[in-house]
């Protein structure tokens, strides 16, 4: 059991689920603030200065920061990430698909105080630094977090097929590549606080992907060896009689001859053959 299943057992129950629907439900807000009380959405932005000076509340309350375009690219972007969010939601389950954001939201905040060390090691002048933090913490919003979303969907289903913008069919793993291919741009051609922005809104993607155990049990080649699984552990029960669920392929007996026996099926073997425990260790492989 890796570290994100012991999390589940544990904290498993308080887990928000249909977390994308409130992220969207933040965006709109984001968006509608922009829009009616322009004033006010310098007081939700993420700057480390103004939290060290009590503002707490931006620690949050920039996730109400939405990705800028026009109104029909927003309207786009709200359907196709409600999409991806939803079926990564249903793939991994509601725990870990809020780890996955609320890690990501974790990690940005922490990248807004590492650029301000940065610049405050770097500058060493308290009003300029105060500047320049604030200027470049223009650029902390949810796009990379949306990004992380995207790029997680892309690993996980790289074959599923999507209409951009509606018209032209192509399948996810391209344009997984060309967002990868786009960060990379960004990360050598942007100056420090571009890159420990991308870097920190995209940690929990590298720390989730980078264990296999936490992905390969839910990708969709995986769910669908365990259904083909099931499925032959369960095709015998149709061929015994008087309610046996088990027979061994060597001596005959069911679970109903004799309820103590134990019955296991053999990987070596090619075929479903079952065995009882006094026959598995011992029978000839059928190949």
């Keep these: 059991m890796n570290w994100l299943s012991k999390l589940e057992k544990k904290f498993g129950r308080y887990a928000i689920p249909n977390l994308t629907m409130y992220l969207i439900g933040a965006y709109i807000i984001g968006y509608g603030i922009e829009l009616f ?100 913490c223009m650029f902390f919003s949810t796009f990379y977090i949306n990004m992380s979303i995207f790029l997680a969907f892309a690993a996980m289903f790289p074959d599923m097929e999507v209409m951009f913008y509606f018209i032209l069919p192509i399948k996810v793993k391209w344009l997984g590549i060309a967002y990868a291919v786009i960060l990379a741009i960004d990360l050598l051609r942007g100056n420090a606080a571009v890159r420990i922005i991308i870097i920190a809104s995209l940690l929990n993607f590298i720390l989730f992907f980078l264990s296999g155990r936490n992905i390969k049990p839910y990708t969709p080649k995986e769910q669908m060896r365990k259904r083909k699984f099931m499925k032959q552990v369960e095709r015998p029960k149709m061929h015994y009689g008087n309610g046996a669920k088990h027979r061994c392929a060597i001596c005959g007996r069911t679970d109903v001859d004799d309820p103590s026996l134990e019955f296991r099926f053999c990987s070596k073997c090619k075929g479903n053959y079952e065995y009882c425990n006094e026959h598995l260790f011992t029978h000839e492989h059928v190949k």
């Excluded at 310098?42 to 109400?64: D, T």
């Excluded at 109104?71 to 991806?84: D, E, G, K």
């Design 37 to 136: 009380l322009p004033d006010l959405y310098q007081w939700i932005m993420l700057n480390p200065v103004y939290i060290l000076r009590g503002q707490v509340w931006r620690i949050i309350s920039w996730v109400l920061v939405p990705p800028s375009g026009n109104p029909l690219t927003i309207v786009i972007m709200l359907i196709f990430y409600y999409s991806v969010g939803t079926t990564l939601e249903r793939s991994w389950g509601t725990f870990r698909y809020n780890v996955y954001m609320f890690s990501g939201i974790l990690f940005t905040v922490a990248g807004a105080f590492v650029l301000y060390a940065y610049y405050a090691l770097t500058i060493q002048n308290p009003t300029m630094t105060m500047m320049t933090v604030t200027a470049s």
